[in-house]
């Protein structure tokens, strides 16, 4: 774990954080004047390693965790619901170290200059969820609402998945063999798709504790770790499409198992004390320019079969 201190007076920034990946979509509003949630899980930071469209080697955390910084509101861009902006100083000497996004669209968070902090070793990792902790984790509210719609950061991922999905298809339809999963992905898939020809590539759901389906799939959608970036690997002969785990559990168990012991975790015991709503089905609402720039970045897309499938894309008007 790391603290991150004030490059000029040492003073320290936040509690101790645990460096994960860094979520593609950090830098992409949604809809517009809609609200946001927290991008990060407390306790956990994220390294921007891009340079486009932002500034590379930016530190990202959730709000709550910068515990040592102040707000300054002479410096606070006032937006049209919130504020973003050079807002964000050390409570110890006052030299600007970040800014606070809050504002309509955008994500929650604290962004840290990386030239105006520093990370200081405290102490080991705490050690990333296993498997089993992370597909059988039952807290926090259902990603899905009862009308289908996804909360913002499944909605993001999903969108990352539907792009590895497009270039995995290699020019060729993708017929997914799972319920849920056909119904979140395949309307999205075949309009990407419809010019695609050859005979259709097979995709299933495949992770830890879900039967095989006895198909041998072309394509295996497979949960991706939310922290390490690890992705589950496909059964032999298939290639792996990741998912974010927290939508992979959800299309894989749908949220109606008993709930399990995992170890002598609490949170696994959790039982909803309430019956979920019947599904009404599931839809997917898709950024299309983090699907355009995601794919952009897949080289697999940017070979002769992708040109066969061209992206007629239009935005959605889904908030
Ligand atoms: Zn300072």
Not at 66 to 93: F, H, M, Q
Not at 275 to 291: E, I, M, N
């Amino acid at each position: 774990m790391e603290i991150l201190a004030c490059a000029h007076c040492g003073g320290t920034l936040t509690r101790p954080l645990t460096r994960v990946r860094f979520p593609p979509y950090a830098h992409y509003p949604v809809g517009n004047g809609h609200p946001m949630p927290v991008l990060m899980d407390a306790g956990t930071y994220a390294v921007d390693p891009a340079p486009d469209p932002g500034p590379a080697g930016w530190l990202l955390l959730a709000p709550g965790d910068a515990t040592g910084t102040v707000l300054v509101r002479e410096r606070a861009v006032i937006a049209c619901c919130g504020i973003t902006g050079d807002n964000l100083s050390c409570a110890a000497c006052l030299r600007p170290v970040g800014s606070r996004d809050d504002e309509c669209s955008f994500w929650q968070a604290v962004w840290l200059d990386p030239g105006a902090v520093r990370a200081v070793p405290a102490g080991p990792d705490r050690p990333p969820a296993g498997w089993a902790e992370l597909v059988h984790d039952r807290s926090g509210p259902l990603p899905v609402s009862e009308w289908g719609r996804w909360d913002e950061r499944c909605e993001q991922e999903t969108t990352l998945a539907l792009a590895h999905l497009i270039a995995a298809a290699d020019g060729h339809p993708v017929r997914i063999e799972h319920g849920h999963a056909a119904e979140l992905l395949g309307p999205q898939l075949a309009r990407h798709l419809r010019t695609a020809t050859g005979p259709a590539k097979r995709c299933t759901l495949h992770g830890p504790d879900l039967p095989p389906t006895g198909l041998r799939p072309d394509l295996a959608l497979v949960p991706l770790h939310p922290h390490t970036g690890e992705v589950w690997p496909a059964p032999p002969g298939a290639r792996a499409v990741p998912l974010h785990v927290e939508v992979w559990r959800h299309l894989a168990f749908h949220d109606d198992r008993p709930a399990v012991r995992i170890g002598h975790r609490l949170r696994a015991e959790l039982a909803r004390d309430d019956p979920q709503p019947p599904s009404r089905g599931y839809w997917l609402w898709t950024d299309t320019r983090l699907l355009h720039d995601t794919l952009a970045r897949l080289p697999a897309v940017r070979g002769p079969a992708f040109r066969a499938t061209p992206d007629a894309l239009s935005r959605d008007s889904g908030y």
